[in-house]
């Protein structure tokens, strides 16, 4: 079967971040996203997810393009002052049309 | 009924016995919790039967014997969080976004607070005003949007925070269940709340088993929260009862000046005294990132609100017989 190579970036955040993140990949030029819910423990310790609600994962497969805008508004708006990590990986995907 | 045994009987109703029992299980690190879900249930369940009830009792009223109640109110809402900025930024040395962000839960409400207080005056047999829940809608949310301008005028906060904070304070759970069935009790009078009481009436016996249920859980969060009281510092310690006995009295004062009965006051004490923790802290988070979220949870679940279920309400009701005379 046919196959693109495009790249998927999953950030995984604080709950009350899930609809300004959201908005703001639709406006970078992600066509759609998953959100699921998770839990863990980072540098910041459970505490970063104090404010109640579970954690979010936020995955999102776009064209190799936007990743570096994505990466760049994630590292400025979010990464001082909340508990937020991003990573990129390359995925290979059927109808590849689609996420660009 | 002396002071000792008002406190006494407090001491061993429902509420203060099943938050106890929720933060013993947490000290002796009991894998119990109430599932998120149920939790989130029964808080539904909780505020739309009060606003139902609010709604129903409403109607009856006239615009009269509200209007000052609700102005005392109003105006409780934009002391309680300039008092609180003020106080943790001059004496506590708190900054900007910890003072404004610890202010924008003491200028809310707690309703289980409002309900702990509806329930103890039913108690000692002072029961307060019908149309309490209106008065508990119109403190929701003015102490939180002053409180975050405070704190967005003085850091300068992403201004596209702001706007998707505004909108989702007022169109939050509480406003949305509280308002609504403000409304719904009001267009469906009587005869419709006869139909639906038996589920639905805060002085029954299912609002009060799921009132037990909830407090039961907010025992548990709040106990997961003792170990912070090291890290917040003796001053927000001492300002976690300080302050809502000052807001409590201030509270008192105003619902006795604006014609309420002992009840009436000291339900309006309580909430003046109370800290909100269901609809401030996202609003904060998003609003005041810089504002350490430990400050703010840790002084409104595991000091004040403890403080007024146990200590406070019994005070205020003191505080408003003696303002009756």
Redesign the interface.
């Known amino acids: 079967m046919h196959t693109t190579t495009l790249n998927l970036v999953t950030i995984i955040a604080e709950p009350v971040l899930e609809e300004m993140l959201t908005r703001e990949l639709r406006q970078m030029g992600a066509r759609g996203f998953t959100v699921t819910e998770s839990r863990g423990e980072g540098s910041r310790g459970i505490r970063a997810s104090d404010v109640p609600g579970q954690n979010i994962r936020i995955e999102v497969i776009v064209a190799p393009a936007v990743v570096p805008a994505i990466l760049a508004h994630v590292s400025t708006h979010y990464f001082p002052q909340y508990a937020v990590i991003a990573f990129v990986q390359a995925v290979e995907v059927v109808r590849g049309e689609k996420y660009i | 009924m002396g002071l000792s045994e008002i406190l006494r009987a407090n001491l061993l109703s429902p509420i203060p016995l099943a938050f106890a029992l929720g933060v013993v299980a947490k000290l002796v690190r009991s894998e119990f919790t109430l599932p998120?879900d149920i939790y989130t249930g029964l808080s539904i369940y909780l505020l739309f039967s009060l606003g139902l009830k609010g709604g129903v009792e409403l109607a009856h009223a006239s615009p009269a014997s509200i209007a000052w109640p609700a102005a005392a109110t109003l105006l409780l809402g934009c002391i309680t969080p300039i008092t609180t900025y003020l106080v943790l930024r001059r004496l506590g040395r708190f900054g900007v976004a910890d003072s404004a962000g610890i202010a924008a839960h003491y200028g809310s409400v707690s309703a289980v607070t409002y309900i702990a207080a509806m329930s103890f005056t039913k108690a000692v047999g002072a029961d307060a005003e019908g149309f309490m829940p209106t008065l508990l809608a119109l403190l929701e949310s003015p102490g939180i949007h002053i409180a975050l301008a405070i704190g967005a005028v003085k850091t300068a906060s992403?201004d596209?925070?702001v706007g998707?904070v505004l909108h989702e304070v007022l169109t939050g759970r509480t406003m949305v269940l509280l308002v609504g069935g403000l409304v719904i009790g009001a267009l469906m009078g009587e005869k419709g709340w006869t139909a639906i009481e038996t589920f639905y009436d805060p002085k029954g016996a299912v609002f009060k088993g799921a009132l037990t249920l909830f407090i039961l859980e907010m025992g548990v969060v709040a106990g997961s929260r003792l170990g912070d009281l090291r890290k917040v510092g003796p001053f927000l310690l001492g300002f976690g009862i300080i302050m809502p006995i000052l807001h409590g009295a201030l509270g008192v004062w105003l619902g006795h000046l604006a014609g309420l009965s002992v009840g009436g006051a000291t339900v309006l004490g309580a909430m003046a005294a109370s800290a909100s923790y269901?609809a401030a802290?996202?609003a904060v988070?998003?609003t005041l990132?810089?504002a350490n979220?430990?400050y703010y949870?840790t002084a409104a679940l595991a000091i004040t609100f403890p403080f007024n279920i146990l200590l406070g309400i019994p005070l205020y009701y003191e505080m408003a017989r003696w303002l009756a005379g």
Do not use: E, K, S
Request: hydrophobic share 25%.
């Open positions: 998120r992403p596209r925070a998707h269901i802290p996202p988070r998003i990132p810089d979220p430990t949870l």
